[in-house]
């Protein structure tokens, strides 16, 4: 989200005229775990830096402010943070210093200390409330205090997750509490009562629990059933789907844009017959997220998140029934036991590591099915394949073979050969415009408006219900009240989805010029170099950074490349075997 101060450069535009006026620009950030509202913790941040600065004749002529990123990525992985340390180096970016109102949301760790040379080394000041003005970079108490502020950061960060994490083992195995999520297929949400926080019961928020969902609940019983009389996975899917049963996708087809929902897979059928909250017991736990280095090489670059199988001893399980089961505990038993038995269920959830790499893993798509291909080896060769039809029950009649397979010896050369060309020198020009070209027409920004504008219901809602809980506790008429609030509830909800969309549109991607698509496209010799004579591993990664998407159409014998560096894009299409 960028928010405009066109006050604010307006004013600096006039006093700058006076000499003893210092330019500064202000950096802060927000994030979803901060559980603030955007506008409200920019403001109390810019005023912050702005108290700061005013009494040395300080005004802000730039501002840098990060939505929704957590205080956990390097300044160089968020989008503002990022543009701040660029304009660092421009000798015209029309301030002199850069305030914070809060450090603490600023800096992550050993972020100061990564970031601070940056700024001395382009003779930036940067200015913090806790030392009562500018950094000394020389001084070892201001070191040691924004090292600490650092720590301080990282702490509360991690107590936080550690808070949350044992208050949600709690709910889960003592309440038996549903704790959020999309409803397992078979069940659907049902209202458990107001939330027990009195506050969040205040506002209106409720508990929901499962309760078995009339339609597919019965599909559930359907599939431990023809299981345990001996049938298949792939049996069981094509039988449901000859009957015209909608799939889990097809069932809920809000939540899965991106499934065809076209017939029940083999996969659904077993994640079925393994998912233990049919027995009616609340299991939590099962994933969890770890945080992994991006590159081993460079801890600066921090981490990226990862979803990750718990191992079965780790699940939580309620001590006591929480929803009406769908399946007995003795029939669940059973079919873990003969899917064990039969090798066709997985003893651990641990992550099974790859024998070889692939380099194109996950950058493949089926033109005939639009899924993604699968990593295979064969001969000792890597190859991709589709197999649609034998993971998808065939009554749906699904124009697709049985196997799709394309060999990566046969992709790889043809693909680097069009990236050294198209990042050539003598072609930068050309590809840079056409990447400006390509990008999507960037629209008035609104958003600032229509976000003040719902925050003020948000704020007359929240005074109309602290005054209807003063007649509530007063003795007036419970269900009078009751429906006072509902009806204010209901505004302040629509508010919130009306913010929430405005700053949603405040983020979508600016158009780059094409000197700052230069700039970026500018370290592509190191890209080119690595193409040249790399290992498979680090061509992996150049295709991703490229965010390469390849397009296999087996009736052609062709593969459509895209690439889109930073969300540009441009394309080409090569045969597989023989020419481009």
Not at 162 to 184: D, H, N
Not at 370 to 377: F, I, L, N, V, Y
Not at 470 to 492: F, I, K, L, S
Request: charged share 25%; hydrophobic share 35%; net charge positive.
């Amino acid at each position: 989200m960028t928010i405009d101060v066109p006050r604010i450069e307006e004013t600096a535009a006039t006093l700058l005229a006076d000499d003893e006026y210092q330019r500064f620009a202000f950096y802060g950030r927000v994030s979803t775990e901060d559980q603030q509202d955007p506008v409200a913790s920019r403001n109390w941040q810019l005023t912050r830096a702005t108290g700061l600065i005013e009494p040395v004749g300080g005004i802000i002529v730039a501002e840098f402010f990060d939505i929704g990123l957590s205080r956990s990525l390097p300044w160089k992985r968020r989008r503002h943070a990022a543009r701040l340390l660029d304009a660092l180096a421009d000798p015209d970016r029309g301030f002199d210093a850069v305030v914070i109102g809060e450090p603490q949301r600023a800096f992550y760790g050993n972020q100061y200390s990564l970031t601070m040379p940056v700024f001395s080394h382009y003779g930036v000041g940067l200015w913090v409330p806790e030392v009562g003005g500018a950094i000394d970079p020389e001084s070892e108490a201001h070191d040691l205090i924004m090292s600490v502020f650092g720590g301080m950061s990282k702490g509360e960060r991690t107590r936080v997750k550690v808070r949350v994490r044992t208050a949600m083992t709690s709910q889960a195995k003592i309440e038996g509490r549903f704790l959020g999520g999309r409803p397992p297929y078979g069940y659907r949400l049902a209202d458990a009562g107001p939330h027990p926080n009195p506050g969040k019961a205040a506002d209106g928020r409720r508990l929901h629990k499962l309760e078995p969902d009339p339609t597919t609940g019965p599909v559930i019983r359907r599939i431990f059933a023809m299981y345990l009389a001996n049938h298949g996975y792939f049996a069981i899917a094509e039988a449901l789907t000859r009957d015209g049963i909608p799939s889990p996708s097809a069932a809920d087809p809000a939540r899965n844009p991106h499934r065809t929902g076209e017939g029940w897979a083999k996969s659904a059928v077993k994640n079925i017959l393994s998912n233990p909250r049919y027995t009616g017991r609340q299991v939590w736990n099962k994933q969890r997220k770890d945080e992994v280095l991006l590159d081993v090489n460079d801890v600066a670059l921090g981490y990226e998140t990862r979803m990750r199988w718990n191992d079965k001893s780790s699940w939580v399980w309620s001590d006591s029934i929480a929803h009406p089961p769908l399946v007995t505990v003795n029939d669940f038993e059973l079919v873990q036991t003969i899917m064990a038995a039969n090798g066709r269920g997985r003893t651990s959830t641990r992550e099974r590591r790859v024998r070889r790499p692939y380099i194109l893993r996950g950058l493949m798509i089926c033109g005939l099915c639009g899924r993604k291909m699968q990593s295979h080896q064969a001969h000792e060769l890597a190859y991709y394949r589709c197999r649609y039809p034998n993971e998808y029950a065939l009554a749906n009649h699904v124009q697709h073979p049985r196997n799709v397979y394309v060999a990566e010896r046969d992709i790889v050369p043809a693909l680097d050969n069009w990236l050294l060309r198209a990042f050539a020198p003598h072609r930068l020009t050309d590809t840079i415009r056409r990447l400006h070209a390509a990008q999507p027409a960037a629209g008035p920004s609104t958003g600032v408006p229509e976000i003040t504008a719902a925050n003020k219901i948000i704020a007359a809602c929240d005074a109309k219900l602290s005054q209807y809980r003063a007649v509530a506790d007063a003795g007036g008429d419970p269900v009078t009240v009751a429906a006072w609030m509902a009806e204010v509830n209901a505004q302040r909800a629509a508010a919130l989805a009306q913010r929430d969309k405005a700053a949603a549109q405040e983020q979508a991607p600016r158009r780059l010029t094409e000197e700052e698509i230069r700039r970026l496209v500018g370290s592509f010799d190191d890209v080119r170099n690595t193409l040249r004579n790399a290992r498979s591993e680090d061509k992996s990664t150049v295709y991703r950074e490229l965010r390469l998407a390849l397009t296999y159409n087996p009736g052609e014998n062709k593969i459509s490349v895209e690439a889109r560096p930073d969300a540009d894009y441009c394309g080409v299409t090569v045969r597989v075997r023989g020419g481009t």
